[in-house]
Every structure is written in C-alpha cells, then in structure tokens.
C-alpha cells in the first residue's frame, strides 16, 4: 500500500524550562559581592552617623554661646554662672534662705555652699519637684553653669542641647532623670543633679580668679589628679566678667572633657583628640588638642613648666579607657588651665574670620 497519501503528523516541539532560582555559585558570587558592598558603605555610614552628631554637638555649643552673649549683656557683663552670696536671701523656698554658708567658712567655701543652693532652686521651679535637697560638698560651676542659663531662658529640664549625642550615660540620665543612678554613690540625696548635669564644661578662669595672689585671698582653682574635681582655692567663686578676656576669638569658653566624635573617644587633652569648641566670640570651631598652647598652673604663674593633668576613666560615667592601658595617664593641660587665664591665648592666631 502505497503512503504518499498518508499525512505524517510533525513531532510536537519540546521547550526546556531552565531551573528556577539560583544555583548555588550564583547565590554565592551574590553573597560575596553583598559582603564586599557591606563592608564599603557600613564604615561610610558609620562616619556619616558620627558626622551628623558632631553636628548636632556643634548646634548645642552654639546656641550655648548665644545664650551667654544675652545673659552677659542683661547682667552687666558677667559671665555666667552662680552668683548668690552667703547669708542672703534670694529663694522662694523657706530652706533656701538665707542661702546657706554662714560664719566659720571661708568666702570661697560659703558662696560656694550658696551656689549649689541656687542651683538647687533653679532645678526645683524648672521640674516642679519640691523635694529635691541641697547636695552636699558639690561645686556646681564646674558642669552646671548651663542651669544658670536655663533659668534666664526660663527653659526646660531636663535640657538635652546640654548634652553631646555621643553621651550615652548622661542621655540615659535625662530620660529617667527621678532614678539616675550616682556611679560614685548610689545613696546619695544629692543624685538628682546627674540628670541635669552637662556634658560641656566651662572653663575655670571663667568663674575663678586667673592666679594666686597673696593679696586678694590666696590661692585660686586648680587641678587635682582626679579629673572631674577642682581645688576651690580661697577665693571667691562666679565673679569674672566677659571684658576681662583678651582675645575671645582666641580663647575657649566651653569644651567636652571627653572627646567623642572620632572613631575612638578619649580625654580632651590627649594631642590627637579633636572636638568642637566653643568660644568667647560666640564661635564653634573644629580644633585638635594639639593644635593649642599649652597650659600653666595658676597657682605657680611662675613656672614655665607645662601643668601636668591625669586622666583616669570612670566606667560609671561610660569614660573611654586610658590610651595606655594603665589606670590613668598624663598629659600636658590644654585650654582647661590656660595659662594667664582670661588673658591668656588657646590658639594662636584663631581668631574668627570676619563674616
């Protein structure tokens, strides 16, 4: 039988489907180019992050600086700080006054008792907590002169532009301020100050005499080889006015003793250390630690030798270890105890450019 009539039918076409998904060397060459991407951008956003809170740092010392530029020109160019006297009454609550000191104390020991007093009433009407007592042997110049400002701006309290970003005890303190913990005293009454202390320190020329004078009272402030304490000397504190600075372009007003905003922290004296800094003409420029001129002791004006300053951390306080490993270390003082005090230069040549 013949099959030329006979239609063949045409095979059907076969389509091969690729598998789905990966395999597994193109999931891992995925892998490993994230990996790569992860390890380029996350030390970029790391630096960006860091870079955004030292801006946010600098915003703190500037408005700072305005705040102080008001409070000098409302009050007769006094720098600010504490200024209520012993035995005087300037309180609208009955244990504050007369603001406490008496007979017995030395000048500077008695206002001194009476600023921590002040300071004690400025954070009662700012929160509204009644209760809160008279720390005892406080000096509250040192990390509390913003509480002076906050009254004079009739502002908040907590404040957090009184707080680096970095600052992750004292940000931990302000939000819990009635359970912040003292990491040198945990029963202390006094505590409630942590929560409204600052991270930004004001240098002590600015509420203590410049040097010794046998004539007007003796010793002045000075280091000790604890780094967060001062010696208040004989003289009275809070007195100093902004006309005594001789150079204000040139000369710090505020700084943080911890320098935080590169990779690794450490103490603001440490040469590499470089921080925002504000100074007397109101400006917040970027410097490192050895870029200033060094520091004298104001009680030995005589001594050409560099003051001498320990740094010994305190993990309490979330202070970054010595760079040496060892319990403190020593480095020579910077704009802390400029020598000459107000009249003395940080930076030489600093001067703010004009605008």
Known sequence: MSTSGIQRRAAPLRVTASPAGFTL???????????????????????????????????????????????????????????????R???????????????????????????????????????SRDDLPVPLNWVPHALYNHLVLNDYLVARLPEPSMVCPEDSVRKGWQAD???????????DPGRWRLAYSSSYAMIPAAYSADFYDPLLGGFTAAPTNQYLVINMGERALGTRKTFEVRAPGSKVLLFDLIARHERRASYYAKPDAR?????????????????????????????????????RPDRGLGDPPTASGLLFDTFAARYQWTRGGLQGIDFTGAERPPE
């Open 25 to 87: 060397i193109e999931l891992l060459v995925v892998i490993a180019i994230v990996g790569v991407l992860v390890s380029i951008l996350l030390p970029a956003l790391g630096a960006a992050r860091r870079s955004g809170r030292q801006t946010v740092c600098m915003s703190n010392l500037r408005q700072y600086g305005v705040a102080a530029e008001g409070y000098s020109s409302d009050h007769k160019e006094r720098i600010p700080t504490f200024s209520w006297r012993a035995g």
């Open 275 to 311: 921080q925002p800094l504000l100074f007397f003409d109101s400006s917040v420029r970027i410097k490192r630690s050895s870029e200033a001129n060094l520091g004298g002791l104001p009680n030995a004006p005589w001594n050409p030798a560099p003051l001498m300053v320990q740094y």
């Open 177 to 187: 301020p009635t359970n912040a913990a003292d990491p040198f005293d945990p029963s």
């Open 89 to 127: 009454s300037y309180s609208g609550y009955a244990d504050l006054n007369p603001a406490p000191g008496g007979s017995g104390f030395g000048e500077a020991v008695a206002d001194t008792r009476a600023g921590a007093a002040q300071a004690t009433d400025i954070a009662r009407r700012l929160t």
